[in-house]
């Protein structure tokens, strides 16, 4: 019934910068918690950035680079210095006390 659903991918040069947006049919205030995760081709899905009320938390990988953001309706990802290992698809999360929710993914291809 809530569903997340990402926005901003696309193709992007090394150095470059992307803003993904997700936005839930049901608003995001029911959400404790939000955030970024990707999967690359053969690997495990990883998280990215996650956002709470009292922590925002980054993977070392992107540290520095990345912003997680919440306004009235979204989260975003600001992604700034792209690297062609930042190249996935990367996917919305979200958990309210009804359980977890996942976005259809996103996808993010940093080359030149």
């Known amino acids: 019934q809530v569903q997340l659903v990402e926005s901003g991918g696309g193709l992007v040069q090394p150095g470059g910068s992307l803003r993904l947006s997700c936005a839930a049919s049901?608003?995001?205030?029911?959400?404790?918690?939000l955030g970024w995760y990707r999967q690359a081709p053969g690997k495990e899905r990883e998280l990215v950035a996650t956002?709470?009320?009292?922590s925002t938390n980054y993977a070392e990988s992107v540290a520095g680079r990345f912003t997680i953001s919440r306004d009235n309706t979204q989260v975003h990802l600001q992604m700034n210095s792209l690297k062609p290992e930042d190249t996935a698809v990367y996917y919305c999360?979200?958990?309210?006390?009804?359980?977890?929710?996942w976005g259809q993914g996103t996808q993010v291809t940093v080359s030149s």
């Open positions: 956002k709470s009320v009292g």
């Open positions: 049901g608003g995001i205030l029911n959400f404790y918690i």
């Open positions: 999360y979200g958990a309210t006390h009804n359980g977890p929710y």
